[in-house]
Nanobody, 121 residues
């Protein structure tokens, strides 16, 4: 069993900042990728940032230059620093990880339950 737990969402004014955290726990052999998705009301879930282990961060155009993703590999954590937030960033943010639970296993997708970010004055 693998669990992803997010924290750090909340209400922030336009132009403000928030930092999301996500910790992976459980039977983890290897983490291939960690990232963040978001889903706004009435819209599909979209990938906004991800880091493949050993690789460079990738960002959606909508957040490039404003959001920064980082990882703490020793503690199986991923973070999302969000600056210059806009009302259109309002969404539920989901942590995602591709994780192998055994040395012979393929990576599987795991998701957190989501944390709500509301950008409003």
């Amino acid at each position: 069993q693998v669990q992803l737990a997010e924290s750090g969402g909340g209400l922030v004014q336009p132009g403000g900042s928030l930092r999301l955290s996500c910790a992976a726990s459980g039977s983890i052999y290897n983490i291939y990728v960690m990232g963040w998705y978001r889903q706004a009301p009435g819209k599909q879930r979209e990938l906004i940032a991800a880091i493949v282990t050993g690789g460079s961060p990738n960002y959606a155009d909508s957040v490039k230059g404003r959001f920064t993703i980082s990882r703490d590999n020793a503690n199986n954590m991923v973070f999302l620093r969000m600056d210059s937030l806009k009302p259109e960033d309002t969404a539920v943010y989901y942590c995602h990880a591709g994780i192998a639970t055994t040395v012979l296993g393929f990576g599987m997708d795991y998701w957190g339950k989501g944390t709500l970010v509301t950008v409003s004055s």
